[in-house]
């Protein structure tokens, strides 16, 4: 099957603009303080978003899906006192990178990688600690969401359950899940870890656009 064809919108980076291709988006932005871009599904659709306000397309870049009203209102609306999680992986194992953003203003707070060989699961679970870890050091009472169940299991199990074996390739992404699993064993947190609801809501405020 053809992978479909992506347009994503830079609002706000280096070279704001519409691109055809993640990796001239993220050059785009990468390093750029509180860069402003989403990805779309047609060339139409990314002209008039890029045209118009950025505050009016965040986390609408993939339609939500069908719930009933009464399935809505039972889910209600994200808390934004909330920071947010995500992972990418290109290919699985492939290039790995995470990140945690400010669920509201999808300010990014703390980022790493791309590392060369991780998978989007181990993604999901160092940017959950990173995000405990950075919450704590900034004494800070806001919830943590993610939209992985995977990951918020692992966490609270205090493992890393992925089955990628372990080579030089990926020995400093390994060196990190050793110290996300220690950490988790040497410290006790009050963060509450919350679901994304992604049906509800779209896509999670960290998410990379590459879907």
Known sequence: MAKKEKFYV???GHTPGIYTKWSDCK???DGYAGAK???FESFDIAKKAYDGNYEDYKGKSKPKATLTPEQVEKIGEP???SISVDAASSGNPGKMEYRGVDTQTEKQLFHQGPFIQGTNNIGEFLALVHGLAYLKKKNSDRIIYSDSRIAIGWVKKKICRTKLERTPKNEEMF???DRAI???KDNTYTTKIVKWETKAWGEIPADFGRK
Do not use: F
């Open 10 to 12: 830079v609002w706000e």
């Open 27 to 29: 050059a785009a932005v």
């Open 37 to 39: 871009y989403k990805s």
């Open 79 to 81: 808390n934004l006192y």
């Open 175 to 177: 060196h990190l899940v």
């Open 182 to 184: 220690q950490w988790l």
